[in-house]
């Protein structure tokens, strides 16, 4: 039996039908995914590019939105104000500074909220890896 071709108007048919399907396999809207909350006590280590390591100690005792204060030691020193933010995306960053010093991480959030590990930098030159847990 022989076959007859597709009109014009056939195609346009099933290219638009074939558009509207994918149309609508796209979510309408997107979630927003809720800001993670940082607050509390944090310990961990820093491990520097220079090959030496050492403790870190992070309280975040405030935050607003994606905005947090508290304050960061290292090495059991005294304790320096910390700013910073984490966004919905799990993306960290903080700043600790003082006269003469300022030590800047970026890194991201566990799944589960309970780890941040990245990278960080320091004025006078120090930089290296850097992890720390929530304290339950």
């Not at 979510?27 to 927003?32: E, G, N, S, V």
């Not at 700013?83 to 960290?92: D, E, H, L, N, Q």
């Not at 566990?110 to 006078?124: A, K, Q, V």
Request: proline fraction near 7%.
């Amino acid at each position: 039996m022989p076959t007859r071709p597709l009109s014009r108007l056939t195609v346009s048919l099933y290219a638009a039908a074939f558009v509207c399907l994918l149309a609508g396999a796209r979510p309408a809207t997107t979630a927003r995914r809720p800001i993670p909350d940082v607050r509390g006590t944090w310990t961990g280590t820093y491990t520097a590019d220079a090959g030496f390591s050492g403790t870190v100690d992070v309280v975040i005792s405030t935050q607003r939105g994606s905005h947090f204060t508290g304050t960061l030691a290292d090495d059991g020193g005294t304790p320096l104000p910390l700013t910073g933010t984490i966004t919905a995306a799990r993306r960290y960053k903080s700043t600790a500074r003082t006269p003469g010093y300022v030590s800047k991480k970026t890194g991201t959030l566990s799944t589960d909220g309970n780890t941040i590990s990245g990278r960080y930098t320091d004025r006078p030159g120090g930089r290296g890896d850097f992890i720390i847990n929530r304290v339950p």
